[in-house]
C-alpha cells in the first residue's frame, strides 16, 4: 500500500479515540516503512528489479510478522511506561500492526513470518495488478475519509495523492532504470511520499475543516 492509504489508516484509530494527538498516529502506520527506509541506507535490506518491476525481496527485519509485532509491543511499554498514556500506546501498538497486515494484501510473497527463517513468505500480489492495486487502494483511502467524517480539503488530498501513485503503480521497463543505478532513490522518494503525506493528512485532518461539522440536534434527541 502507498503512503496516502497507509496514512489514511490513522484516521480510522483517531476516529476511535477522537483525543489522541493525530501525529503519533500518523508516525504509528508508517513506522515499519520508515525503519525499512533506513535499513536501506544502511544496507541491511535490498530491493531488485526483474522483469521490468521493482521487488522487495528482502525485508525481514522492517516487515516480517515477528519483527511488526516486536515493534508494536516496544512501542506499547515506551509510550504507556514513559508517557503514561494506555489509550494512545494500545492506538499506536495498533498502528503498528495495521501496516503490516495490510502490506499482506498488496505485497508479493516476500514478508516472512520472521527475519531468522526464510519460509514461509506471505503476501496475496495484489502490486502486481497495477489497475486492481489503484482501485482497492483508492476505496480504502475513500472508507478512511468517509468514516472518520473529513472536510472536503482532505477528500482531496486523499484523492489527488492517489491519482498521483497511479503512474509509479504503472511504472516498468526503461522508467526503472535509474532505481537500479542508484539504489538509494527508492527509499528516498518513499521518504519522501511519507513525509508529505504527514503532512497534507496532519494539515487537512486537524484543521478547522477538516472534519464535517457534528449535526447536535441529531445527538439530542430532547432539544427544543
Not at 521490468?52 to 506499547?76: C, Q
Request: charged share 10%; proline share 5%; aromatic share 16%.
Amino acid at each position: 500500500m502507498y503512503a496516502i492509504n497507509h496514512a489514511a489508516t490513522a484516521l480510522l484509530l483517531r476516529k476511535k479515540e477522537s483525543t489522541l494527538p493525530l501525529l503519533p498516529l500518523l508516525i504509528s502506520v508508517q513506522l515499519v516503512e520508515i525503519l525499512w527506509v533506513l535499513f536501506n541506507y544502511l544496507g541491511w535490506e535490498h530491493f531488485s528489479i526483474s522483469g521490468g518491476a521493482v521487488h522487495l525481496d528482502f525485508l525481514p527485519y522492517s516487515h516480517s510478522i515477528f519483527s511488526g509485532v516486536v515493534a508494536a509491543a516496544l512501542s506499547f511499554c515506551v509510550i504507556s511506561r514513559g508517557y503514561h498514556n494506555r489509550k494512545l500506546a494500545v492506538a499506536f501498538a495498533i498502528g503498528v500492526m495495521s501496516h503490516v497486515f495490510i502490506d499482506l494484501v498488496f505485497h508479493e510473497k516476500d514478508i516472512q513470518l520472521s527475519p531468522f527463517s526464510t519460509t514461509p513468505v506471505f503476501g496475496l500480489g495484489i502490486i502486481d495488478h497495477p489497475f486492481l492495486n489503484f482501485a482497492v487502494e483508492f476505496a480504502y483511502g475513500l472508507f478512511c475519509w468517509w468514516y472518520f467524517k473529513g472536510g472536503k480539503a482532505l477528500l482531496w488530498v486523499i484523492i489527488v495523492f492517489n491519482v498521483i501513485d497511479l503512474p509509479i503503480m504503472l511504472a516498468h521497463g526503461d522508467a526503472l532504470t535509474p532505481f537500479m543505478h542508484y539504489p538509494f532513490l527508492l527509499p528516498s522518494v518513499i521518504l519522501f511520499q511519507i513525509l508529505i503525506t504527514w503532512y497534507f493528512v496532519y494539515r487537512y485532518a486537524t484543521s478547522k475543516g477538516g472534519q464535517q461539522p457534528v449535526n447536535k440536534f441529531k445527538l439530542n434527541p430532547h432539544h427544543r
